[in-house]
């Protein structure tokens, strides 16, 4: 947008006897379609305060250095319901400022260098959004996101971390839309390398990522206790055995008491509150397994 309004400013030869505050009428025919400035000029030069005016209705309205947008003003252009306040270097965006699309609702406010989101700025995405994003606030770099930032989409998702070239790479958090948290590393805007998975239930899971899927062996810890080695390979979990940690004593009581759905709730009552947490989430845990057990063999049997 910056650039656009360095293309359409000009200079014209018939102004170069100007001083002081002047109105110049531009001809009908004028190239750039400039209509009327009013405003200060030194040497037939715009330089000061003054307000520009294009046929299409565009208006700017700020500080002028010889015949160029320098300093702080305004730029509008109704017919497309794009609104710009804020510092101008060389006929562009430059420094900080706000650029409003009033027709959709998309906002960036922050640092511009050269027409281009570039330093701390927060840009505000339109309301129809095609992949359903709200915000992104954090660092630019010639108009791309590129540092540490946070996005947030319209589902409940987050993702909180660095950024490279417009996309997710290096240390981030992203929160899903149902809550489970993934905490590691990303390239490409995937996660790939080393992270932890933790669900909303209480369960975590240490592993390596690649391409987005789970690759490599993985340390699954349920809320209980209970740790379970896992391996998986392009995400999909390999049926090789694999060496198990022996549960301890407590773990195996935990879990043999949540299978007793009377005993259980009187120890979630008794027992101290960490372990009668760690009775509640597994037996959650058996509750949802059983569930599904269920699903599966009514559908089976309607078959």
């Known amino acids: 947008m910056g ?10 030869s018939s102004t170069n006897d100007l001083q002081g505050v002047q109105t110049f009428v531009y001809p009908t025919k004028d190239e750039l379609f400039r209509k009327v400035y009013v405003g200060e000029w030194v040497d037939g030069k715009r330089h000061g305060k003054g307000t520009l005016e294009w046929r299409n209705g565009a208006v700017y309205q700020g500080q002028w250095d010889s015949d ?20 101008f270097l060389d006929n562009q965006f430059h420094g900080a400022g706000v650029l409003t699309w009033k027709d ?3 906002q960036y406010n922050g640092s511009w260098h050269e027409g281009k989101h570039h330093g701390y700025g927060t840009l505000k995405y339109d309301n129809n959004d095609s992949r359903q994003r709200i915000f992104y606030k954090g660092e630019w770099k010639h ?9 947030k989409w319209r589902s409940g998702a987050q993702y909180e971390g660095n950024w490279t070239r417009g996309q997710r790479d290096g240390s981030g958090k992203q929160t899903f839309c149902n809550g489970d948290i993934h905490v590691g590393k990303w390239k490409g805007a995937s996660r790939h390398g080393p992270g932890c998975r933790y669900l909303i239930n209480g369960d975590k899971m240490f592993g390596t990522w690649k391409n987005d899927k789970k690759h490599g062996l993985f340390e699954y810890r349920y809320a209980h206790g209970r740790v379970e080695a896992r391996l998986y390979v392009d995400g999909k979990l390999s049926p090789e055995p694999i060496a198990q940690e022996v ?3 407590q773990v195996l009581a935990i879990e043999a008491i949540a299978r007793k759905k009377n005993i259980a709730t009187e120890a979630e009552t008794l027992c101290p509150p960490d372990l009668a947490e760690a009775i509640k989430r597994r037996r959650e845990h058996e509750n949802s ?12 049997a309607s078959t």
């Open 289 to 300: 397994k059983g569930l599904v057990n269920r699903l599966l063999k009514n559908i089976l």
């Open 3 to 12: 650039n656009e309004v360095s293309a359409t400013v000009g200079h014209d």
């Open 68 to 87: 160029t947008l320098c300093g702080i003003g305004s730029f509008h252009l109704p017919t497309s319901g794009v609104q710009y306040e804020g510092e």
């Open 247 to 249: 549960p301890s004593l």
């Open 143 to 151: 108009g791309k996101r590129h540092g540490y930032g946070i996005m």
């Open 104 to 106: 959709n609702g998309r």
